[in-house]
């Protein structure tokens, strides 16, 4: 499973924390892995570690993400873009393997292929200003 593959697992997961209880998350995340083909135990002990790590940073990312997009706050924001966006923020602060041009570039591929007609020109405008004016 390359990369882009493995980013769209742990956006589908932070996508499915915004429906479920913390409490219920881990057999959620279970049943998530179960139903994939060919996954090996590294592969899903790498997005299970990278989840968690966004899923702690929660509050500080939804913070750059208020700050940085004007008149979108996060709790306007659909979920899904929501969560793209909070996984490329994430790689682009604290990720040193993935560089920001390359965070930027996955994020609006996922959001072509998951979001919704304007997603991909809102994600690009938020993290492009995210990169030029906080790293």
Known sequence: MGRREMREHI???LFLNEFNG???MPQQIQLYFDGLEDLSPMEQTYMENKYAK????LEELDSILNEKSAGWKTKRMSKV?????RLAVYEMKYDEDVPVKVAINEAV???KSFGGEDSASFV???L???ARESL
Not at 54 to 57: G, N, Q, R
Not at 81 to 85: G, K
Request: net charge negative; charged share 35%.
């Open 81 to 85: 873009d929501l969560n793209i966006l």
């Open 109 to 111: 591929e996922i959001s």
């Open 128 to 130: 492009g200003k995210i």
């Open 11 to 13: 956006f589908k997961l």
């Open 22 to 24: 913390s409490e219920e």
């Open 54 to 57: 966004i899923t702690e940073k």
């Open 124 to 126: 690009n405008g938020i």
